[in-house]
């Protein structure tokens, strides 16, 4: 015992056996790892689960589960995910005969309409990714369960400090760990956390097999972050939940979609199965997608990036950064239009973040005003020629 209060960050990657084929714990590092195992460990307990398993990120977590698949086998998923969940799925799966029906995760009964008898799992997000929209999960583990088919959540947005699918009947919980877990956008990382231990077995053989796992000091980094997750996630909700009731009554935003509004379809649910709306939001901004350029181009203090969850505030464009996988028939269809805006709240001061979103506002209502006199000199001039 060496009595340091900070998690040992073992780099090894082939560790000595005493006899050979009879490791005393670990072999080599892609099959296990301390540092590793004790990352493991804390987001296992974290979610409540009693199986943890860490990749070198969300999308290498969330295929080895679809590798527990075969050929024939149908998935129900939710129609607002990520869009590299989406790519997953429709240009990854599809070819090795893996079919997906993208469903409304909000009404229980369209979710219950797609499943087939070749369905082997139902996948959602809630919050779902960008329309911040939730999904009853107690009700569609009911329905996936009645069928014999597991479910699978994505957690990215709420983090385990914000909700516990399992405890709501959930079998897999999946995060994109680059984002609240780590908190610091310095890692990139992903995890699935479940209580059954068959399926543990056959995802402990494919983390393996398949090889897709986290550096030692990846793992370091991500306990460290893990250590400040509740109170960053309490100021990431206080500050989000101020920006978006300010955003609300502002004249160049259409719409803000954010679960801690009244106004949010789904906000009793939310109150229910989760502990705080979370610290992302979207808006729609008159004007489209000029507008919505003008607005990310004039912000400072939210950087123009992907991914979320991090200390500082960023903001983006889904249909032509996060989301632009997904076909744009498709994206609209769901509500993903050209003036949708994505924020995650950081850890600056709300005052500072409002006044840089002021700033951006003024720049879209000011693009907006110029097209509506352009379109209006243009209109007239028609008039005059006719």
């Known amino acids: 015992m060496h009595g340091g209060v900070m998690p040992n960050l073992v780099l090894s990657t082939t560790f000595r056996q005493p006899e050979p084929g009879k490791p005393l714990r670990f072999d080599y590092s892609r099959s296990g790892n301390p540092t590793r195992e004790s990352l493991e460990a804390c987001l296992a307990a974290l979610e409540r689960a009693t199986f943890g398993f860490a990749f070198a990120s969300g999308c290498a977590a969330a295929t080895t589960v679809l590798a527990t698949l075969a050929p024939g086998a149908h998935v129900v998923c939710g129609d607002d995910v990520y869009g590299g969940t989406y790519r997953l799925f429709a240009r990854v799966m599809a070819p090795f005969g893996v079919q997906t029906s993208f469903v409304d995760a909000t009404d229980p009964s369209a979710f219950a309409a797609a499943f087939t008898p070749q369905t082997r799992l139902a996948w959602l997000e809630s919050p779902s990714n960008p329309l911040l929209k939730l999904a009853d999960i107690s009700a569609l583990a009911g329905v996936a369960h009645a069928r014999g088919v597991p479910l699978l959540v994505d957690n ?37 956390l479940l209580r059954d231990p068959a399926l543990a077995e056959r995802l402990k053989f494919l983390q393996n097999a398949m090889g897709a796992i986290p550096s030692p000091f990846d793992c370091y980094l991500l306990l460290r972050g893990l250590k400040t997750l509740p109170v960053r996630m309490r100021q990431h909700c206080e500050s989000a939940a101020e920006l978006a ?24 649910l939310g109150r229910r199965q989760m502990r705080g709306p979370g610290g992302m939001l979207s808006l729609v901004l008159r004007g489209g997608e000029p507008a919505a350029r003008r607005f990310l181009q004039a912000l400072h203090w939210f ?7 991090g200390v500082e505030s960023l903001a983006e464009h889904p249909a032509l950064m ?21 924020l995650s709240v950081g850890l600056e001061h709300v005052e500072d973040l409002w006044r840089d979103l002021l700033g ?27």
């Open 303 to 309: 950087a123009l990036a992907e991914s979320l969850g």
């Open 245 to 268: 009731r300010r955003l609300l009554e502002h004249p160049a935003v259409e719409r803000v979609h954010y679960p801690g509004l009244p106004q949010h379809p789904q906000y009793e």
């Open 322 to 342: 996060t989301h632009a996988s997904i076909p744009r028939a498709v994206r609209e269809s769901i509500g993903i239009g050209d003036g949708l805006v994505r």
């Open 360 to 386: 951006g506002l003024a720049a879209a209502e000011h693009e907006a005003a110029g097209k509506g006199a352009a379109a209006g000199t243009e209109a007239a001039a028609e008039k005059g020629l006719s």
């Open 156 to 192: 990215t947005f709420a983090s385990p400090m914000l909700q516990q699918p399992l405890e709501l009947g959930a079998d897999i919980v999946l995060h994109s760990a680059t984002k609240y877990l780590n908190g610091h956008s310095d890692v990139v990382g992903g995890a699935l």
